[in-house]
């Protein structure tokens, strides 16, 4: 079946670095995305993978292992404005994409 | 680039009454949009995918009488809740893929309110 893990929640000190896994297990593979959504908010794109490998943009990377069914989303310099739902979506061989429940960032002083 | 808008952003209706929610990609074409919906502390689900000229694709269990979905050009495809009830309520997003790029691109999401 289709099934997309990722914690619920972390907590992190802002400044610090915060890694958010993900695993998946789909029908087919056609590329991973990482969305951030603040409360109340719609969704905005930060990072999109297909091959294995770490894509880096500014403070945030994203990694995937296809082998392995796992990415991770770095979040570095953390700021209190990274408050956010962080969501992982697989996209299948029928370019559906399935979406994580998200994990809940919470960043402290 | 690669904006995408709905209209309105917050709609308060009496039980009963249709809903319309507009989706526009206004500096790209979108041949294929998307309706998802988020329940308070849920995941997006996705609704139905929606290709211009063509019927909507809806996902198991998403009634395709009850929500309308047109996608009359490139760049606007509507959302009707017709009869709507207050379990209706939600937060409903509507996304835009570039013909040929990968990623999707979200409106701002409307907010329905069913009295």
């Known amino acids: 079946g289709q099934n997309i893990d990722q914690p619920t929640e972390m907590t992190a000190t802002e400044g610090a670095i915060v890694q958010i896994n993900c695993t998946y297990q789909t029908s087919g593979f056609n590329g991973l995305f990482w969305y951030q959504q603040h409360a109340g908010e719609a969704p905005t794109f930060l990072s999109y993978n297909v091959l294995d490998g770490l894509e880096e943009k500014g403070r945030f990377s994203s990694f995937l292992s296809r082998s392995k069914g796992y990415s991770y989303l770095l979040l570095k310099e953390l700021q209190m404005k990274d408050s956010a739902s962080y969501l992982c979506?697989?996209?299948?061989?029928?370019?559906?994409?399935?979406w994580g429940a998200g994990t809940k960032l919470i960043i402290k002083p | 680039g690669a904006v995408v808008s709905q209209h309105p952003s917050w709609v308060i209706c009496k039980s009963g009454t249709s809903v319309k929610i507009e989706c526009r990609s206004l500096d790209f074409q979108a041949t294929t949009m998307f309706w998802y919906r988020q329940f308070p502390k849920q995941s997006l689900m996705l609704m139905a995918t929606?290709?211009?000229?063509?019927?909507?694709?809806?996902e198991q269990g998403v009634e395709k009488d009850k929500f309308l979905i047109n996608h009359a050009s490139l760049t606007l495809s509507t959302l009707t809740v017709t009869s709507a009830h207050p379990e209706d309520s939600s937060f409903y997003i509507c996304s835009a893929a570039i013909d040929g790029q990968e990623t999707q691109y979200f409106g701002p999401g409307t907010r329905l309110l069913v009295l």
């Open positions: 929606s290709n211009e000229g063509s019927k909507a694709t809806y």
């Open positions: 979506a697989v996209r299948e061989s029928n370019y559906q994409l399935i």
